[in-house]
């Protein structure tokens, strides 16, 4: 099979993999709809199995589908990682993590990093916990940094850095006035484990029935809580400034939380040299601005 394959096969099928659509991909690759269904058929046919069914609004792979492309990805970063130190050129490392990092921790040691290493790229992505874990046992990115350690064997996880977290709300409005009446939660929605936080310290206190307000950003989630909306948990470092002036205060609502951010990658994916590279900068990075304590 491996004389037959192709690399703008290969490719073709995992934009397909992705946007689960052959019109989606085929606009992303510039190729025809026909052109891209005659590289699945002709990736099926090298592959002996049927990767995809087709359904009404799309495709959704198979069992033999996500098994292929699995490897695909590996296949792919393997050329690309060939292509690198063959040509010279710049080399790309892929990172994802959860948005409140990248907006409250993270941005000084990418910056430091890329001064170091000016040759080197870095591909930010944000995304929720479980999200940037799936993505790195696909080998999609390279590196994630995630609030909990996932505890999965396939996984090598390396702590970084301990952040507060407290509850907080605008100053302008009482507290016992929020807690008293409709208490509004004002955070990342169900698919972030801050939420899960949330809801665990609140039934401690016997608060069971409130209303959630779901946002995408930190700085939203902020300026919703300063205009009097409700409250949230959040990073301190992220709000010092507004708790320092006293636009916001901070509700006592059992011990500070404390959460360990970690570093994760693929136990058994051979790293290049840049990515160990990469990883080693943002370990001893907080190591020696504290380490396992907050930076704020």
Not at 130 to 138: K, M, N, T
Request: a negative charge; glycine letters at 6%; aromatic letters at 10%.
């Amino acid at each position: 099979m491996l004389s037959q394959i192709e690399g703008k096969y290969m490719y073709t099928f995992l934009k397909v993999y992705e946007y689960r659509n052959i019109s989606k991909a085929s606009s992303v690759l510039g190729f025809s709809q026909s052109s891209v269904t005659n590289h699945i058929q002709l990736v099926e046919q090298m592959a002996g199995a049927k990767l995809f069914e087709r359904m009404i609004h799309g495709v959704v792979p198979t069992e033999q589908g996500e098994i292929f492309a699995k490897h695909a990805y590996r296949f792919m970063k393997l050329a690309q990682e060939m292509n690198d130190e063959i040509q010279g050129i710049r080399s790309t490392i892929k990172v994802k993590a959860l948005e409140s990092f990248c907006v409250t921790q993270f941005s000084e040691p990418l910056v430091g990093f890329l001064e170091q290493h000016p040759r080197l790229e870095i591909e930010l992505t944000t995304a929720f916990q479980q999200h940037i874990v799936d993505e790195v046992l696909q080998q999609k990115v390279d590196v994630g940094i995630v609030p909990f350690h996932p505890h999965i064997a396939k996984l090598k996880y390396t702590p970084i850095v301990q952040e507060k977290f407290v509850f907080v709300c605008s100053s302008a409005i009482a507290v016992d006035e929020l807690m008293n009446n409709e208490l509004r939660m004002i955070g990342f929605g169900n698919h972030c484990m801050y939420q899960s936080l949330t809801d665990k310290r609140l039934a401690e206190l016997g608060k069971t029935h409130y209303r959630n307000i779901t946002y995408t950003s930190l700085e939203m989630i902020k300026q919703t809580v300063l205009g009097g909306a409700g409250i949230a948990l959040m990073p301190e470092s992220a709000i010092k400034q507004e708790l320092d002036t006293g636009r916001l205060q901070t509700i006592e609502l059992g011990e500070p939380i404390w959460i360990e951010h970690g570093v994760i990658e693929h136990a058994s994916a051979k790293r290049n040299a840049n990515t160990a590279l990469f990883k080693q900068y943002i370990v001893d990075y907080f190591e020696k601005e504290g380490g396992h304590v907050s930076i704020y």
